[in-house]
């Protein structure tokens, strides 16, 4: 029988997450507790381990798509199972086949005036203490974050 895998929701207040890179390609073969793909929140990348053991029949999002919690992202079937896709999950949402949304250029504008002296932080990815979200997001807008002064400590 065909299990779906969805979105776990990782944290409190998580609506949605990125999923950065499927540890198990469609085809191989995965036991339950082993790693299947690696999702990004706002604030931690995790590990998701799979709940069902079997063979991964399909994955319904490709690697870099946002998903919101409880969407599907994989189809785990028997070995030797054939799956057709028409008795699984539905078809994923457009959220998640967008990718991040651009923000409008004000935003960026305003972004880039706050930019203020820089400082060193050795040892933290890009020299910076940074969530994977503001990382990201200051990619999107062309910032660079070691010019950008935080609003705490």
């Known amino acids: 029988m065909a299990e779906t895998v969805t979105m776990p929701k990782l944290g409190f207040d998580m609506a949605e997450g990125t999923l950065v890179r499927w540890v198990k390609a469609e085809g191989e073969t995965v036991n339950k507790g082993e790693v299947l793909a690696e999702i990004e929140t706002d604030k931690a990348t995790v590990e998701v381990e ?17 998903v919101p919690v409880g969407d599907a992202i994989a189809v785990i079937t028997e070995p030797g199972e054939k799956y057709e896709g028409g008795s699984g999950p539905g078809p994923v949402s457009d959220e998640s086949k967008k990718g991040t949304a651009k923000p409008d250029e004000p935003v960026k504008e305003a972004i880039q005036t706050k930019a203020v002296e820089t400082i060193n932080t050795s040892g933290l990815p890009a020299g910076v203490a940074a969530s994977p979200l503001a990382r990201r997001l200051a990619a999107d807008m062309g910032v660079d974050l070691k010019t950008v002064k935080g609003s705490g400590p």
């Open 50 to 66: 799979s709940n069902f053991s079997g063979v991964v029949a399909k994955q319904l999002v490709t690697q870099g798509s946002i």
